[in-house]
C-alpha cells in the first residue's frame, strides 16, 4: 500500500497561511476518501477535514470551518489543505490518511503519512 506524504508545514505567524500537501505517488486506485488530522503538542489526534475523491464532496471540523479549504488535485494524486488565518491554536503535526467514509472517526482511517509540522506564533 503506497504511504501518502505530507509536505507544507512550517512556522507562520497568527493571522498568517499554509498550504499542505498530501501525495500519493505511485498510487493507482485511490481511497474512498482522504482525511487530514491533527495532533497538538500533548493532545490525541483530531479530525480537520476529509474529501472524497470520487465527488469530492467535503467535511470539516467546526474548529475549522471556514478557515481550511480542503482539494484535490486528481492529475498529481494529491490532497491539499490550505490553511488561513491561524491561531496559535492551530500548531499541530498534521498528518493525512485514506479514508473509508466521510467523517470524522479516527477508527475509519488507516495509512497515514508520517506528518508535518505547522507551527503558529501569537
Known amino acids: 500500500q503506497v504511504q501518502p506524504v505530507e509536505s507544507g508545514g512550517g512556522w507562520v505567524q497568527a493571522g498568517g497561511s499554509l498550504r499542505l500537501s498530501c501525495v500519493y505517488s505511485?498510487?493507482?486506485?485511490?481511497?474512498?476518501?482522504s482525511g487530514w488530522f491533527r495532533q497538538p503538542p500533548g493532545k490525541e489526534r483530531e479530525f480537520v477535514a476529509a474529501?472524497?475523491?470520487?465527488?469530492?464532496?467535503?467535511y470539516y471540523a467546526d474548529s475549522v470551518k471556514g478557515r481550511y479549504t480542503v482539494s484535490l488535485d486528481i492529475d498529481k494524486n494529491t490532497v491539499h489543505l490550505q490553511l488561513n488565518n491561524l491561531t496559535p491554536e492551530d500548531t499541530a503535526v498534521y498528518y493525512c490518511?485514506?479514508?473509508?467514509?466521510?467523517?470524522?472517526?479516527?477508527?475509519?482511517?488507516?495509512?497515514w503519512g508520517q506528518g508535518t509540522q505547522v507551527t503558529v506564533s501569537s
Open positions: 490518511a485514506d479514508g473509508k467514509s466521510l467523517g470524522d472517526d479516527l477508527n475509519d482511517y488507516n495509512n
Open positions: 505511485g498510487r493507482i486506485i485511490a481511497p474512498y476518501a
Open positions: 474529501i472524497t475523491w470520487g465527488r469530492s464532496d467535503t
